[in-house]
């Protein structure tokens, strides 16, 4: 390969083609995730033990009632839990690693495989069949939200210093400063019981009826603190030197904002913004119990309330998984809206 | 397009009346039941679900031997799946046969003899289906021909069977499963003959075949025999006059055994598709749909003929409507739909636009549901009287009450404790410091805290007044409940003017006194008395009622420290003995004082014996009386040894008795032959609604409210408006600079 820069040979190496280096360093990531994901498991394992033992999810499953120890002892072999927790003494070699519960029961998860929850169903096939549902709020509210967050803030930019930019601000601190709980019932009581324009709560059938009010009390929930966060963005772009030479070169107001200042203001955005998308799988643990949508969310309240193991570190697992996924798809992603930005 | 797009959107949202309606349309008209579930059922077996919410579904799924009658009271049995009420014979040790009035002690073994009705079918199930030859259609699947199935329902055939006595002593045989949670196993092997010995062959089998498909049609269980086709028999140990209530329970309702020989092939549990998620049942209903995380749907089998409406009932039934459908063939809705509402809110909000046929009421909505006369009767408020809402109401077989623990040297009754391998050697110490517990000091002060704590005034507060406080254990409409003078707790109660009226406070202090704690200070160490109360409850919303409580041992100088913790750990103090004082409650399994009395039963002592008597009481009278009453029937006699056990229970006041909860329920008036029973689970099948006239009401109630979406699009549009106007001035101003002379 011909090295025309070189002034030395030494600094004449050959360097693979940008898609080999973006490849490797992708590979480098996930290998990174291994110890994470394993740090996480760990974690996640100790917490949960630390907080309940076999015996008490044992008797949470079976009930307060009529329950005998040997109806305990019976439950934990069933469901694996009649094992040390992480060191086995009494068996040799590896055996004392693998013949536990931490090992059986996090092992299977690198490979995808996430067994049964302690009620007897297919934890994969549950994560399968509820991701649709989490989907179906967590995207419109994302995609929607984004653009109302992003438009809103820039709204405040174009009119900064004025008596919209404080009102704006404002309402934002007031909307940041009410719990999310209240946006919920506040919204099931105006528009579902008050005006009946979409039912109170309830999910599938008709679809689209019952997506609206969750997704708008989502969206309104997320405008204080986003549409703040994009104006600092954009005030911060909007003091800059190509934004000046964009106005002087006779450029509308509207112009510099949607075109040089949006583009520019693309990578802090792409930080908040694409680590979230792969996490819109995991639904949100209070919109989906109050409106009776059955999501990821609602699954993981109601495996923790129900003390069942197997369904948690299904959920922190795979939710550690995504999230490593959304960082590297922002890492990609500043490739994307900056030349000047590498992978290697 | 804009127009175009605009004009559709109008098109579509003014197309249908109602805009809320949660439902398919297509379902208007219909004859379902609407309802909702609270918490999705952990088990729908019928060997191993134990809980209300899981009979809800169960109970109208499965027809056992029993059932409760619908309307009559006090609660009575009568055959569901069987044609008559099983025929007892007692049998002597020797087998010989024994008269009906022998006594208890003579009673070696109690053979029940049961026969079902001919002719029950089973629900349609793919497990019935035959091919061409007559052979079973889908025993031999691999796990690629579930491909693309769901559902029982997404096989292209099925089929159904008669059900037979087998079928019965099937599902008895399950009980001892293994390979199942038994949660009723360890009370039916003390009486079922032989199921002990049963569950060790099983597990043997187990042993020798861990992969082999558990056959229990090829080992038999002594016990339980066909006779035969309709006909079968159960030997228990002794006599055990509550068994015939276990009969009418799911656990004794009919398997076929082909069921589980058809989801135990290889991949039907990856699918979720388990007899724990789709039960095969002889009952009204059948799941139909079976979506846990939103939806549960039963529907009407088709091939259940049994029965009939009852055509009798209280004296009140007729007036009140509840015989109009006398001899109908049940059920009477096609479909019942359970939706799953995890929160009061939304649940209550639709059952006020109709799209719920009836609620409970949380304390939230209870101000707005109910009113409270002047006679202290509760009815429903105005508002809901204009929408043709009635209310009923039941006291429910439970009660909720605080314990003594009996090992405790201040507040106990100075048990032993009998060192388990579990004890900590902590609480071990402390428990054998029986020395400093003085058994009469420790009455009357238990006695003291009885008359102080004023439940009459929680219940009003905490409770909304549904509930009356307990005078014993036994709830109302139990046997050996007794109404007025007689049946008042002497101790903490004066009969006053046709009723109870708690003692003064003067009375509670003199105890005190007696006790050696003048004033709440222990004369001996003059130090404040100090007892600690155990709970669960460390929420915001619970720290009223704790602070209350509080209150009512200041009154007697008394500290009272509330030592919140999780659910685990408090199950875990309660095991352990680790107690002073703490909240526990208990629901019937069947309506007879038995089922309460045996929690206060010594060799029932939680921290000795691992049993139900969570404050380890012991009395050995009370012990002796228990085990004499507990195998009669309901006669005078037994009433009055019930009445020497409730007076010792009175003196030693092992619990502060605390109350009986009330159920409060809504019903709509499209909504027909509801009447309270707390016993029954299986109450869809009576309940018929006028499904015409909820049409009617919801269109009428749920008319959507249009204004606020034009004032908002128009507000929105205003606004974009005047920032266009605005941005064009800035640019027209910006340009005349840019364009002036310098």
């Known amino acids: 390969m011909y090295c025309a820069s070189a002034r030395t040979p030494a600094a004449c190496k050959i360097t693979p083609p940008y898609n080999i280096r973006m490849i490797a360093y992708l590979i480098r990531r996930l290998l990174y995730a291994l110890p994470i994901l394993i740090g996480v498991n760990l974690l996640t394992f100790a917490l949960f033990f630390v907080v309940n033992t076999p015996d008490d999810m044992a008797r949470m499953q079976l009930g307060v009632k009529r329950v005998t120890p040997e109806a305990i002892v019976l439950w934990k072999q069933q469901h694996g839990y009649d094992k040390p927790l992480m060191i086995n003494h009494a068996a040799a070699g590896a055996k004392q690693f693998t013949n536990t519960i931490f090992w059986q029961k996090s092992a299977s998860m ?45 709204l405040m930019t174009l009119f900064r210093a004025t008596a919209l930019d404080i009102a704006g601000v404002t309402l934002c601190v007031m909307l940041m400063s009410i719990s999310g709980l209240f946006y919920i019932i506040g919204g099931q009581f105006l528009i579902g019981k008050l005006w009946h324009l979409v039912p109170v709560s309830g999910y599938g059938g008709g679809g689209f009826k019952f997506v609206v009010l969750p997704v708008v009390i989502g969206i309104i929930g997320g405008i204080g603190s986003s549409s703040r966060w994009y104006r600092a963005i954009f005030l911060e772009e909007i ?42 799988f995991m639904g949100s643990l209070l919109t989906e119990s109050f409106f009776g949508i059955p999501g990821l969310g609602s699954y993981t309240i109601d495996a923790i309330n129900a003390q069942d193991f197997s369904v948690v570190r299904a959920m922190v697992f795979l939710g550690s998984l995504l999230y490593i996924a959304g960082l590297i798809l922002t890492d990609i992603s500043y490739t994307l809206v900056d030349p000047r930005v590498r992978l290697s | 397009m804009k127009y175009i797009a605009g004009f559709l959107l109008l098109t579509l949202l003014t197309a249908c009346d109602v805009w809320n309606n949660p439902y398919p349309s297509a379902d208007a008209g219909k004859a379902i039941l609407y309802t909702a579930f609270t918490e999705r059922p952990k088990h729908l077996d019928p060997a191993q679900a134990y809980s209300e919410n899981e009979y809800a579904f169960l109970a109208n799924i499965y027809a056992p031997p029993l059932q409760y009658h619908y309307l009559k009271r006090p609660y009575q049995l009568v055959p569901q799946a069987a044609d008559s009420m099983p025929v007892i014979t007692y049998l002597d040790s020797r087998q010989r046969q024994l008269p009906a009035d022998a006594p208890a002690e003579k009673i070696a073994f109690s053979v029940y003899e049961i026969h079902i009705k001919p002719g029950m079918h089973y629900q349609p199930h793919p497990a019935f289906a035959r091919d061409a030859q007559g052979l079973p259609e889908y025993f031999h699947l691999k796990p690629a021909d579930l491909n693309d199935i769901h559902a029982p329902g997404d096989f292209s055939h099925s089929g159904t069977r008669v059900v037979t006595a087998a079928d019965y002593v099937y599902q008895i045989k399950r009980l001892a499963n293994p390979q199942l949670h038994q949660p009723i196993f360890g009370v039916m092997s003390e009486y079922i003959i032989g199921l002990k010995e049963y569950a060790q062959t099983l597990q043997q089998t187990l042993k020798k075949h861990p992969d082999d498909f558990l056959d229990l049609t090829a080992l038999p269980l002594p016990g339980v025999t066909v006779v035969n086709e309709t006909t079968y028999r159960i030997t228990i140990h002794g006599k055990y006059p509550q068994f015939a209530y276990w009969l009418a329970m799911p656990f004794f309702a009919p398997m076929p055994p082909e069921a589980e020989r058809f989801y135990a092939q290889a991949g039907m549990k990856e699918r979720n598709l388990t007899l724990d998620w789709w039960p095969v049942g002889s009952g009204p209903y059948y799941l139909s749909q079976n979506d846990p995380n939103r939806l549960m749907v039963l529907s009407k089998n088709p091939d259940y003929h049994s029965e009939l409406y009852p055509a009798e009932g209280e004296a009140g039934d007729l007036p009140a ?6 001899g109908h063939p049940l059920p009477l809705t096609d479909k019942v739909v359970f939706t799953l509402e995890k929160e009061t809110i939304p649940y209550w909000s639709k059952f006020l636009q109709g799209y719920y046929d009836a609620s409970g009421i949380s304390s939230d909505s209870f101000d707005q549901a109910i009113q409270v006369t002047g006679g202290g009767e509760a009815s429903v408020s105005g508002a809901m009287q204009a929408q043709g809402i009635t209310l009923s109401t039941s006291v429910a077989t439970s009660t909720l009450y605080t314990g003594f ?11 032993r404790h009998i060192p388990s391998p579990q004890s900590s050697p902590l609480m071990d110490e402390s428990k054998q410091s029986d020395s400093t517990c003085n058994p009469e000091r420790a009455r009357k002060l238990r006695q003291a805290i009885s008359i102080a704590v004023d439940f009459e005034e929680f219940i009003s507060i905490f409770a909304n007044g549904r509930g009356i406080a307990a005078q014993s254990p036994i709830p109302p409409g139990i046997f050996g409940y007794r109404e007025g003078a007689a049946g008042i707790n002497s101790v903490v109660y004066d009969w006053v003017n046709g009723a109870p009226e708690r003692k003064p406070l003067t009375a509670a202090k003199r105890l005190l006194a007696e006790a050696g704690y003048p004033d709440g200070v222990d004369e001996k160490t003059h130090q404040p008395l100090v007892i600690n109360l155990d709970t669960t409850a460390s929420g915001v919303g619970d720290k009223a009622h704790l602070d209350w409580m509080r209150k009512q041992f200041n009154q007697l100088g008394v500290q009272l420290v509330v030592r919140s913790t999780d659910y685990n750990r408090f199950q875990d103090k309660v095991r352990r003995g680790d107690t002073q004082m703490f909240y526990y409650g208990w629901n019937a399994d069947y309506p007879d004082p038995e089922n309460f009395l045996f929690l206060l039963d010594g060799a029932q002592g939680k921290v000795n014996h691992g049993g139900e008597n969570a404050s380890n009481y012991s009395n050995p009278e009370y012990d002796r009386l228990f085990n004499e009453m507990k195998n009669m029937e309901n006669s005078p006699d037994r009433q009055l040894i019930i009445d020497r056990m409730l007076t010792i229970l009175h003196d030693d006041s092992p619990w502060l008795w605390g109350y009986h909860p009330k159920n409060y329920v809504l019903q709509h008036g499209w909504l027909y032959n509801v009447k309270p029973n707390v016993m029954a689970t299986n109450k869809l099948k009576y309940w018929r609604v006028d499904a015409k006239l909820r049409d009617e009401r919801r269109a009428q109630w749920n008319k959507p409210v249009l204004w606020p979406l034009w004032l908002g699009g128009s507000a929105m549009l205003l606004f974009a408006l005047w920032i266009w106007h605005v941005l064009r001035q800035r640019e027209n101003a910006r340009s005349l600079q840019d364009n002036s002379p310098v």
């Open chain 2, 321 to 326: 409507g509840l015989l109009a459908d006398a």
């Open chain 1, 110 to 154: 690198f490979v995808l495989d996430f067994g049964y929850s302690d009620d007897g169903r297919n934890i994969s096939r549950e994560i399968v069949t509820r991701m649709g549902p989490s989907l179906s709020i967590a995207l419109p509210t994302f995609l929607a939200g984004l653009v109302i967050y992003v438009s809103f803030a820039l």
């Open chain 1, 239 to 280: 003091g800059r030197d190509y934004v000046r030479t964009a106005r002087a070169k006779g450029l509308s107001e509207l112009q510099v904002l949607f075109i040089h200042v949006l583009k520019n203001a693309m990578i802090p955005i792409l930080t908040g913004v694409v680590v979230v998308i792969p996490l819109l």
């Open chain 2, 405 to 415: 623990n009996w090992l405790d040297p201040v507040v106990g009754g100075c048990g």
